[in-house]
């Protein structure tokens, strides 16, 4: 039994898993920096333990400190969040060892997932289809790799993220020149020079699949697409995926149970897949080990606290979610307010939020960590809140959307609700169904 | 049951249907820890939270006015954040005492939200003093140096 839960996190995730702690009658104790000690998490938590300086390295990205401050507090359970050590299998081992629970999967599950050639093989592995393409050790065996692959196609980065390291290759010709500079900019960017070839899918969806397991079996709560990103980084995700034919649908999210029960899931986790929009074939990407940023959205349209299940398994439950019991209502989108200035290049834009109001009303939801006076510090990420509206239908959550980002207001710093609403109106977005060029096409009018 | 649970988004929704059907444009709801105020918005509502021991806030009036009084160019911060001195830990330093930088020299980067900014003179001249100390926050329009006109 889960009584004493250390969250090992901040912002509004922090305040999420605290709300979920505090209904399940837990003790929510939060670790903060000295940057987070007067934060929204902070002043709704049942204790609060300083980890350690407002720099990341020193608090939140600190292994030592953070199991110190989780033992020193008595905590018997961490949960880690997203980001920060959330898919950390070291920190996870540590949690373990120093005696408590990790609100996570089995380690093996994360180094599973370690890089994308590793999710790539597993996915070969548990018979999932992945993007045509392969492993390239060096130069040779690359350009070997790119005839089989054929072009257009993709140099990745085996420890990228971010679209760093990621070049597109049109022609033969270009091949050499590209390999150099993938390997040169993956190495400085994660100390790996490894990279790897995929075939470029030209018009690509985002979608991804919420699962859970408990070790034996795994069930899924539906899709979510994430297409609209700007530079790799999500701006709003929706469940389900709008307008993908019923039966891919269904393969969709069979080959993600499929999946996670290869792997002998324990947890939350999310399957990514690459859904070609002309088709709707569709390719394995990976696998994240934790909850996410957009995990609302399914919650929206399922009914189930994610957080919840997380906390259950994670205490040695077994599923009491069985998938013919997951019913799916309706249409949800969530939209992240960033605290960035959309029009100068989406400037960092931390300070305090003098004026905090957020929507309020039916089939909306807030989660955020900013308040009137709201502090947004300079050294960490910079989403300030979500907005999760939820509809009958896609048409009507898309109405929701436009009339709740109508009434927003935050003053005192720059965010990207403007931008949110510009979208909102989009009639491509109110269409549905875009593919991950979208943002780009809309920023460039 | 005491008010320390927070209110769910469903909570909320209630009290906005509530307030909707009345002639009511506002509802504080005060609570162990915080203030919940839901306030009608044109045809919709918003909601905000805040902490009432609060001090009203203040504008941070940048420090840095009796720096930028002397006389002499200065090179200030675009953003508030981690001031830093070189591209990377053991790398050299952008500039030192001494050198000398165009407008468009890169002496610095500020690291804001896990983005980093390069920071350029915008004058020319001899950089005379680092003002700014290498990992260390800086706010907004901070000097970061002192250069002297060439």
């Keep these: 039994m889960i009584r004493r839960l250390f969250i090992a996190n901040r912002g509004e995730i922090a305040w999420r898993i605290l709300r979920t702690a505090k209904r399940l009658g837990m003790t929510a104790i939060l670790g903060v920096s000295e940057a987070d000690v007067e934060s929204f998490a902070a002043r709704m938590a049942d204790e609060v333990v300083l980890v350690g300086g407002a720099p990341s390295a ?4 600190n292994i030592e400190k953070v199991v110190a401050a989780a033992k020193g507090a ?4 961490v949960h880690p969040g997203y980001g920060f050590l959330s898919e950390n299998a070291a920190f996870g081992r540590a949690v373990r060892e120093a005696g ?10 994360l180094e599973a997932m370690g890089d994308k050639l590793m999710a790539r093989k597993a996915g070969i592995a548990a018979g999932l289809p992945v993007v045509p393409g392969g492993e390239a050790a060096d130069k040779e065996s690359a350009r070997a790799q790119a005839e089989v692959t054929g072009y257009p196609l993709l140099i990745k980065a ?6 760093r390291g990621m070049k597109r290759v049109d022609a033969p010709a270009q ?3 590209q390999i150099d500079m993938a390997m040169a900019e993956a190495l400085a960017a994660f100390g790996d020079s490894r990279i790897y070839v995929e075939r470029f899918i030209g018009r690509g969806r985002h979608v991804e699949v919420q699962v859970l397991g408990d070790g034996e079996t795994a069930i899924h ?11 790799f980084q999500k701006l709003v995700e929706e469940a389900p995926a709008f307008g993908i034919p019923a039966a891919r649908h269904g393969a969709i999210t069979s080959a993600a149970v499929k999946f996670a029960e290869h792997l002998n899931y324990r947890g939350a986790g999310t399957v990514e897949f690459l859904v070609d929009a002309t088709d709707f074939s569709f390719y394995f990407l990976e696998m994240n080990a934790r909850i996410q940023v957009e995990h609302p959205v399914t919650e929206a349209i399922t009914g189930v606290d994610l957080i919840e299940q997380q906390l259950l398994v994670a205490d040695g439950q077994k599923l009491t979610l069985e998938q013919g019991f997951v019913e799916f209502d309706g249409h949800a989108i969530e939209v992240r307010i960033n605290a960035e200035d959309f029009e100068k290049d989406f400037r960092p834009s931390p300070g305090r939020a003098v004026v905090a109001r ?7 939801r807030v989660d955020t960590h900013i308040a009137a006076g709201g502090a947004v510090p300079p050294y960490y990420d910079s989403l300030i809140g979500k907005v999760i509206v939820h509809g009958r239908d896609r048409a009507e959550a898309v109405k929701k959307l436009a009339a709740a980002l109508e009434t927003l207001r935050i003053e005192g710093i720059a965010t990207t609700a403007l931008l949110h609403r510009k979208i909102a109106a989009d009639a491509r977005f109110v269409a549905g169904g875009v593919d991950t060029k979208f943002f780009e096409a809309f920023a460039h009018g | ?29 005060r609570t162990s820890r915080f203030t919940l105020k839901i306030l009608r918005s044109g045809e919709g509502f918003t909601q905000e939270i805040s902490f009432a021991e609060d001090a009203p806030a203040v504008a941070v009036a940048a420090p840095e006015s009796e720096v930028a009084a002397e006389m002499g160019l200065v090179i200030r911060s675009p953003l508030p954040g981690t001031f830093y001195r070189a591209p990377q830990p053991g790398a050299a330093a952008f500039v030192e005492v001494g050198s000398a930088v165009e407008p468009d020299t890169v002496v610095a980067i500020v690291e804001t939200m896990k983005l980093m900014t390069s920071v350029m003179a915008g004058c020319s001249g001899i950089v005379e003093e680092i003002v700014a100390e290498n990992a260390k926050m800086v706010t907004a329009d901070a000097v970061l140096m002192r250069v002297k006109p060439a």
């Design chain 1, 358 to 364: 957020w929507p309020a009303g039916p089939g909306i």
């Design chain 1, 74 to 77: 008595g905590a018997d359970a």
């Design chain 1, 158 to 163: 085996v420890s990228g993220g971010g679209g």
């Design chain 2, 1 to 29: 049951m005491s008010f320390d649970l927070p209110l769910t988004a469903e909570d909320v929704a209630e009290i906005v249907a509530i307030l909707d059907k009345t002639p009511y444009d506002r509802l504080d709801l």
């Design chain 1, 100 to 109: 408590m629970i990790f609100v996570g999967p089995e380690i093996a599950s």
């Design chain 1, 58 to 61: 020193e608090s939140y990205l």
């Design chain 1, 221 to 231: 709560l539906g899709t979510r697409d994430c297409s609209i990103q700007r530079r």
């Design chain 1, 175 to 177: 091949l050499d020149s």
